[in-house]
């Protein structure tokens, strides 16, 4: 649709873009959408009040001025930007809202399975791997070197009470997701050795990731003191990374001592229904639903995957769940590697999927669109599910549900 020259907009915006998100856009970006469509997002950008993130109302003659374009070449450029995820548009009967979105990272860009895929076709192997050389980061060689940095409280003082308000402000906030998980870290404390842990160190975001670890793995207080204290290093602080494996070590071990226990037969007879399997991904845990699938505990490989969707943060729990469901339909009860999931827990997030019921109408409209490529010719986006999946699914799997 070509735009009326005096059409009304406005502009907003949640966030600010530092340099190094607009030379992912220069470099990685702009080969795909071109020179008019870069344009015009720095243009846009630049209208932007950086204190309210928002403008005022203006007319679209206005940028075709500043940008010395047409309306026809105008829409062209905004329809690009609106493909490939930088900008969201809104429109009542008075004007339009255009919503600037920041862009991915470098790393996101790059893994993305179709925008990589497309940046690679478009310039080349020997550009690609160039372009992807400016933002890689060396790591320091750091053998042989003591951290004596000095911690914050060995310098500041504590307050005699925080402050406090009641403003919004700017922030790049993920949804977060809550676990109602009961574990008892006073319990857990008791069983770690002053000698060998800092206390100080065990932050939040360590305590997040002990709770999180504990529920995905199914381990108790006192195996996650065991779990933890192969992951403490020489400066008495916890190496996440190593907490994974040490769960994932101890997951094993208890798996091979303990007989496996599923979901009785009696909580998920009669699941024959897309409510009724919407209903066990809000109410069952990410392992629970791949027992209840499968009718064994899941692999530790497969543990993992659930864990590092959870650390992602994209996806709420229950997302999650149907995300599983949704794949294993797929691929016909396979559970292939995580960046299949990732690519469509990204995809989800970045079109603000929130609902199981969003997902169901959010994959029939992409099956719409690629029915619709197909008919026109090549079709370039990947295979996917008809629009009917979930009712063939549950039909093909019900033995799987009803096997205990």
């Not at 925008?115 to 020997?126: T, W």
Request: net charge neutral; glycine share 4%.
């Amino acid at each position: 649709m070509n735009l009326p020259r005096l059409d009304k907009f406005k502009l907003i915006t949640y966030q600010n873009i530092d340099i190094d998100e607009r030379n992912v856009v220069t470099l990685l970006y702009q080969p795909l959408i071109g020179c008019k469509a870069f344009s015009l997002y720095l243009t846009l950008w630049s209208l932007i009040d950086r204190s309210r993130l928002k403008t005022p109302i203006y007319i679209h003659k206005k940028l075709y001025d500043i940008l010395n374009t047409t309306p026809k070449a105008f829409s062209d450029a905004r329809k690009k930007l609106e493909a490939i995820g930088l900008l969201v548009v809104y429109q009542n009967e008075e004007m339009f809202l255009y919503e600037l979105k920041a862009p991915l990272t470098a790393e996101e860009f790059i893994k993305d399975g179709n925008l990589g895929a497309y940046l690679f076709k478009e310039i080349g192997q020997n550009n690609f791997d160039e372009l992807v050389s400016l933002f890689k980061i060396s790591n320091t060689e750091k053998d042989g070197f003591k951290n004596i940095t000095t911690n914050f409280d060995e310098v500041f003082d504590s307050l005699p009470s925080p402050i406090e308000t009641s403003d919004n402000y700017m922030s790049r906030s993920k949804s977060k997701i809550s676990l109602n998980h009961d574990f008892d870290f006073e319990f857990f404390f008791q069983g770690l050795s002053k000698n060998f842990v800092d206390r100080r160190k065990i932050t939040s975001k360590v305590k997040d990731k002990i709770e999180r670890l504990s529920y995905i793995y199914g381990l108790d207080e006192i195996t996650m003191q065991k779990a933890f204290m192969d992951s403490v290093n020489r400066e008495r602080s916890v190496d996440l990374d190593k907490l994974d494996l040490a769960a994932r070590t101890w997951y094993q071990f208890e798996r091979k001592t303990v007989k496996p226990t599923t979901v009785k037969k009696e909580e998920i007879t009669g699941v024959n229904t897309n409510k009724e399997i919407i209903e066990l991904c809000k109410n069952l845990k990410p392992v629970e639903l791949l027992e209840a699938l499968f009718g064994v505990k899941p692999a530790a490989a497969e543990l993992k995957i659930i864990d590092r969707l959870l650390d992602s943060e994209l996806l709420s729990e229950t997302l999650i769940n149907f995300l599983f469901v949704y794949v294993i339909g797929y691929t016909d009860g396979q559970i292939p590697n995580y960046n299949f999931f990732e690519k469509i827990a990204t995809d989800w997030a970045r079109n603000r999927i929130t609902s199981i019921d969003e997902a169901i109408k959010y994959n029939k409209n992409r099956n719409e669109k690629i029915a619709s490529k197909k008919s026109k010719g090549k079709n370039l986006l990947p295979k996917d599910i008809e629009s009917d999946w979930l009712d063939d699914y549950i039909k093909s799997t019900r033995w799987l549900l009803w096997k205990n």
